[in-house]
């Protein structure tokens, strides 16, 4: 060890050397992630596995070895960006994406657990729940966060290139999404028990309808497998030209009307779940039950809609609004957000795509081959970190659009003896008593 790290340890504040070591972790398990993500981004589109075979030079096929050419950021300095085997040059996409994503998963652990209501705009970012709990009692909704920005990375790069979002990667963020939160009902908390969730809960209607909704979704998927139900724009590529990604597809009323088909199940199912919801007593659930159907819900919500703007868009313009890979992207978002923060975005996002228009203007004038081009993916994506890193800005936004208007906070739904005004099947009408937020 250098002489001089003991002086330089010596003098930084005693909070940043408690939270050091968690810090160094993040960053290189960020570092990793991105490692990783390089793969998905290379693979999937290509339709490969990002599991076998092992990471190799794309121009000679050499095996990458792990502590050398395959170490995240650091293996690409050491061969000095040009394969040790060939000499070809390897792109600095693979140790860009992997700092990146080190700093961000870093810079994520500092404003969840470093900041605190005195810290101004960045302790409201996340709130009271993640400091004071720490990230070891909340690690599961943490990691979830966590997949959940890594996926919106990886799916906006891949998004960009070809107007497509494989399903893999929202589908793994919601899957991550629904053990999360029932796993974090199990783990302890410092704060009450009221105050112990990142986002808004639900009470018996919600769930209800969360329950009724996933379960109808997935009767749909099963009747999809068994041909009771066709996929839609099954043949869409044979109205795509070559080199192109894109067509003029004819027949999209008809398709989406097979999706709006698929999709009555789930909306059987969500009327009768809020029926059988209302038979519940006025006691709020129990906190696992809460979580389920925190997640279910914001998931449900999230995808809901956009698919709903993709059916109506398309039966009033004739052309394919929005992709499917949009929806589970939004619903993947819920899933790990909450089911509020999908209905913001859904707004928001627009204007990442006006400003995209007179970006792309000025880049289109400076590089003549720049396409302008973008799916609305990245524009979600975009919406969700905006919404993310600057949410003191949009509840004071929010305040103002909607003055007296009680909007959905953080925090779990209380006990009807102990909730103010409580409506039928344990949603609270007043404003909940935690007002944290998630991120």
């Known amino acids: 060890m250098s002489p001089c790290c003991p002086l330089i340890l010596a003098a930084l504040p005693p909070e940043l050397l408690l939270h050091l070591p968690v810090l160094v972790f993040v960053f290189c398990f960020g570092a990793c992630v991105g490692s990783f993500l390089n793969v998905v981004i290379y693979r999937l589109p290509a339709g490969m596995s990002v599991i076998s075979p092992p990471s190799r030079c794309p121009t000679c096929g050499a095996k990458l070895r792990f502590f050398r050419e395959n ?19 390897v792109s600095p996409q693979y140790m860009i994406i992997e700092l990146i994503m080190g700093l961000s998963f870093a810079g994520l652990y500092a404003i969840l657990f470093m900041t605190s209501s005195s810290s101004g705009w960045l302790g409201d970012i996340g709130g009271a729940w993640w400091s004071v709990n720490g990230v070891f009692r909340v690690w599961p909704v943490f990691i979830a966060v966590l997949f959940l ?3 919106l990375v990886a799916m ?13 990667i929202p589908l793994f963020v919601t899957v991550t999404a629904f053990i999360a939160y029932p796993l974090q009902a199990l783990l302890p908390h410092r704060l009450p028990v009221v105050q112990t969730w990142p986002i808004p809960a639900v009470g018996w209607t919600g769930f209800g309808a969360a329950a009724g909704g996933m379960a109808g979704v997935f009767v749909a998927i099963a009747l999809l497998r068994l041909g009771f139900f066709k996929y839609s724009f099954a043949d869409y590529d044979d109205y795509v030209e070559e080199g192109e990604t894109l067509g003029d597809y004819p027949h999209a009323r008809r398709e989406v009307l097979r999706e709006l088909g698929f999709l009555l199940p789930a909306i059987i199912g969500i009327v009768a779940g809020i029926a059988l919801a209302r038979i519940a007593s006025g006691t709020a ?3 696992f039950v809460q979580a389920l159907g925190t997640t279910w819900l914001g998931y449900l919500v999230g995808g809901g809609v956009i698919w709903g ?9 004739g052309r394919e609004a929005m992709g499917l890979g949009d929806v589970h992207l939004l619903g993947a978002v819920g899933a790990v957000l909450g089911w509020f923060d999908p209905i913001v ?3 928001v996002a627009p204007f990442s795509g006006i400003a995209w228009v007179f970006v792309s203007m000025g880049l289109s004038r400076v590089f003549r081959r720049f396409r302008r081009e ?5 524009h979600l994506a975009l919406a969700t970190v905006l919404l993310v890193l600057a949410r003191p800005a949009f509840q004071s936004l929010g305040n103002v659009i909607l003055p007296g208007v009680p909007l959905p906070e953080a925090g779990l739904v209380e006990p009807a003896p102990r909730t103010v005004g409580a409506a039928p099947g344990g949603m609270p009408t007043g404003r909940p ?7």
Do not use: V
């Open 309 to 317: 703007i993709r059916i109506f868009g398309t039966l009033g313009f």
């Open 156 to 168: 906006t790069i891949i998004d960009a290139r070809t107007f497509t979002i494989p399903i893999q």
């Open 374 to 378: 973008l799916p609305y993916g990245p």
């Open 345 to 347: 975005i859904f707004f």
């Open 433 to 439: 008593r935690s007002g944290m937020r998630i991120t």
């Open 71 to 89: 170490l995240p950021i650091i293996g690409w300095l050491m061969i000095r960006g040009r394969c040790r085997y060939c000499s070809a040059p």
């Open 285 to 287: 659930p129990p906190i």
């Open 149 to 151: 920005w890594a996926g």
